[in-house]
């Protein structure tokens, strides 16, 4: 229900000092403040609101009139009756709540009293909270002893460790509908899958027959390595060496490129067991070939640099638009490197959640499961030209040699990757969408490089450059 002694500037102010404020630079007003239910037990009450917030943006292409866009933000509280000086860098405000009377409010993430009470909460679902429903999967005993741990950096959530026994992940953003990260996860959980981390539980609340889900616990690998800082360490340590080659380093990466492949070969395997599974007509195709040209065209417009390979780019689509049809599944949506984890029983994937600025509903739909291989075949690339840019080298022949070594990191541990992958190679029908795909995001790599690191965007731009010349 609305919360009318909540006032919105308070909420405002809390907003702008988070690193998961998707708003940041947009003139916005909190338009509304919900409070969605409690925890039980306690002290302190813990509290979970929903603040809408209301964008008025100076968009040129906006009609008069039109109703500006709308987000939902999830805002658990820990309520005190006394300051708490302990989470004073967690400090909201402090009000008059017309149940509890004056308290001091605390964003409950940091507050361990709080985290205890979701953690029991959790283990209990039919006694946990009112207004929420808690959901727990069975086979994993929770350690109610477990201290918890906010993860700091994280950019569009919350993540709280509890112990080494479990991760909680708080949705910061909310909307209506089932999360992907949540449904996927709960399905391979259920499906035995190796290659993700068992979903303990999830909390949502029912929202006039609208699902909103807030929050879902699962396995904490704590002792996992991630799999962007691995394939780095590989480089390093062939460009400590240059001489050699990337078959004889001693980081070679490929064995565990090839792993890779044969993990995501086996979700996506368990995905179509799963859910739904559909071959698309021709006309799909088509449409697919058109959207990726599209996107190509918007792009030409921020990068003027793409325009020498524009042909060849449009040639890769336009075969797309020659398939007879087009097979779609379930699949992760935004792979790379950096949504994997390497443990001591092999590699899991992480994150479900699909492309961040894509919405919900969008998010949920079938894809080829090609994206998701053109996303990881970008990330090596990306691996081994990030850290041959730290290396500075002044000297042409050492930077040719590097330049020589980055590549044949690259193709090595794409190949590796893709071979496990597809079992063998690609029927060439599958190869034309799969070098689409590639294209595609390379394409999205020089708009987001661009605009957020231009000193980047030789990056994907050497990738295109490439694409031109085969």
Do not use: C
């Amino acid at each position: 229900m609305t919360s009318p002694h909540l006032d919105p500037e308070v909420f405002s102010g809390h907003l702008d000092r988070t690193r998961w404020f998707g708003g940041k630079g947009r003139p916005y007003a909190v338009t509304d403040v919900r409070t969605l239910g409690a925890l039980a037990g306690g002290p302190p009450v813990v509290v979970i609101h929903l603040v809408e917030v209301s964008y008025v943006d100076s968009d040129p292409s906006a009609r008069p009139g039109q109703e500006p866009a709308k987000e939902l933000y999830q805002v658990p509280l820990a309520y005190y009756r006394e300051p708490e000086h302990r989470l004073d860098h967690a400090f909201v405000g402090w009000w008059e709540d017309p149940d509890l009377g004056w308290v001091h409010a605390y964003d409950a993430l940091h507050d361990r009293a709080a985290m205890a009470l979701w953690q029991r909460a959790f283990d209990t679902p039919s006694e946990g909270a009112t207004g929420l429903q808690f959901h727990r999967l069975p086979g994993h005993e929770l350690d109610l002893e477990a201290h918890s741990t906010l993860f700091s950096g994280e950019q569009s959530n919350s993540s709280v460790a509890f112990g080494e026994d479990a991760l909680m992940k708080v949705f910061r953003k909310v909307t209506p509908g089932v999360n992907p990260d949540i449904a996927v996860h709960e399905v391979l959980t259920k499906a035995g899958s190796e290659h993700v981390a068992k979903l303990y539980g999830w909390l949502e609340f029912d929202d006039g027959g609208e699902r909103l889900q807030l929050a879902m616990l699962q396995q904490f690998l704590r002792t996992a390595s991630d799999g962007w800082d691995l394939a780095l360490a590989s480089v390093r340590s062939l460009f400590a060496d240059p001489e050699v080659h990337a078959n004889e380093s001693g980081g070679d990466f490929a064995g565990e490129a090839t792993r890779l492949g044969e993990a995501l070969r086996e979700v996506h395997e368990d995905l179509r067991k799963h859910f739904p599974v559909e071959t698309r007509p021709a006309a799909a195709a088509a449409e697919l070939a058109a959207t990726m040209t599209g996107r190509l065209e918007a792009a030409l417009g921020v990068v003027p640099e793409l325009a020498e390979h524009g042909s060849a780019l449009r040639s890769a689509f336009n075969a797309v638009s020659k398939l007879d049809g087009l097979d779609v599944q379930q699949i992760h949506g935004d792979l790379h490197l950096g949504q994997t984890l390497r443990t001591s029983h092999g590699w899991k994937i992480v994150d479900f959640e699909g492309e961040p600025a894509k919405p919900l509903a969008e998010r949920q739909l079938p894809d080829s499961p090609w994206r998701d291989v053109a996303g990881m075949l970008r990330s090596f690339d990306y691996a081994a030209r990030v850290v041959e840019r730290t290396l500075g080298t002044s000297d042409e022949a050492d930077a040719e040699l590097i330049d020589t070594r980055a590549q044949e990191w690259s193709e090595r541990n794409k190949n590796h990757f893709l071979t496990a992958y597809a079992g063998g190679a690609l029927a060439p029908e599958e190869q034309r969408l799969l070098d689409a795909y590639v294209a595609d995001k390379a394409v999205y790599e020089t708009v987001y490089e661009t605009r957020n690191r231009p000193s980047w965007v030789a990056i994907p731009l050497q990738a295109v450059a490439r694409i031109g010349a085969a």
